[in-house]
């Protein structure tokens, strides 16, 4: 088993920068890719962006590309997600996701390949 905990959150002017973190217990997180996903009061939860089991591979979704970057410690087993030149429009809660054992590609932003996730932080970016 797998339990993540998110830690970062808080409130940031737009332009700014904050770093989000998700620690993982359990022998198995090496074995796992990773996720960070966020949902916005009235939207739908989106992947923001995913990582490989060794941080080889990357995925990020288009409006936060060249923007967010994640990575990821595994003798840590510690994941991040760097935010920087932040909008009113990321502002959501931020949740960490961690996949199950039979993932077969190496990154993958479908919510239903997770079978781990941490109880969200919240991020606000005011205008």
């Known amino acids: 088993q797998v339990q993540l905990v998110e830690s970062g959150g808080g409130l940031v002017q737009a332009g700014g920068s904050l770093r989000l973190s998700c620690a993982a217990t359990?022998?198995?997180?090496?074995?796992?890719?990773m996720g960070w996903f966020r949902q916005a009061p009235g939207k739908e939860r989106e992947c923001v962006a995913a990582?490989?089991?060794?941080?080889?591979?990357?995925y990020y979704a288009d409006s936060v590309k060249g923007r967010f970057t994640i990575s990821r410690d595994n003798a840590k087993n510690t994941v991040y997600l760097q935010m920087n030149s932040l909008k009113p429009e990321d502002t959501a809660v931020y949740y960490c996701?961690?996949?199950?054992?039979?993932?077969?590609?190496?990154?993958?932003?479908?919510?239903?390949?997770?079978?781990?996730w941490g109880q969200g932080t919240q991020v606000t970016v005011s205008s």
């Open positions: 996701a961690a996949t199950h054992g039979g993932l077969i590609v190496a990154v993958t932003a479908t919510a239903s390949n997770y079978a781990y």
């Open positions: 359990g022998r198995t997180f090496s074995r796992s890719a």
């Open positions: 990582i490989s089991k060794s941080g080889g591979t990357t």
